[in-house]
Nanobody, 127 residues
Framework: QVQLVESGGGLVQAGGSLRLSCAASGRTFSVYAMGWFRQVPGKEREFVAAITWSGSGSNTAYADSVKGRFTISRDNAKNTVYLQMNSLKSEDTAVYYC??????????????????WGQGTQVTVSS
């Protein structure tokens, strides 16, 4: 089993920054991708960013709405993935979820392929 614990959410003014963290524990030796998704009440959960890795290196992917503002990164030694969010907008307000995929697949944006999820952390951007 894998456990994911998110932290770093909160209230910030528009234009500000936040950094989310996702610490993984348990059976983390077979990790091929970790991603961030977000959900607003009444809407479907959507892809935000993901980082994938294999023997040839790592790659990142972003939703168009956050490109150039958000950066995903990882610290292997700490089994932790980060989401640095800059230039935040009111439309970024959501519950942000960390997720882990334990197999390789070409498209990191498909949430159905992520078997493990964190509990979510609220991000609120005031305008």
């Amino acid at each position: 089993q894998v456990q994911l614990v998110e932290s770093g959410g909160g209230l910030v003014q528009a234009g500000g920054s936040l950094r989310l963290s996702c610490a993984a524990s348990g059976r983390t030796f077979s990790v091929y991708a970790m991603g961030w998704f977000r959900q607003v009440p009444g809407k479907e959960r959507e892809f935000v960013a993901a980082i994938t890795w294999s023997g040839s290196g790592s790659n990142t992917a972003y939703a168009d709405s956050v490109k150039g503002r958000f950066t995903i990164s990882r610290d292997n030694a700490k089994n932790t993935v980060y989401l640095q969010m800059n230039s935040l907008k009111s439309e970024d307000t959501a519950v942000y979820y960390c997720a882990l995929r334990s197999f390789w697949a070409p498209n990191p944006t498909l949430q159905d392929e992520y078997a493990y999820w964190g509990q979510g952390t609220q991000v609120t951007v005031s305008s």
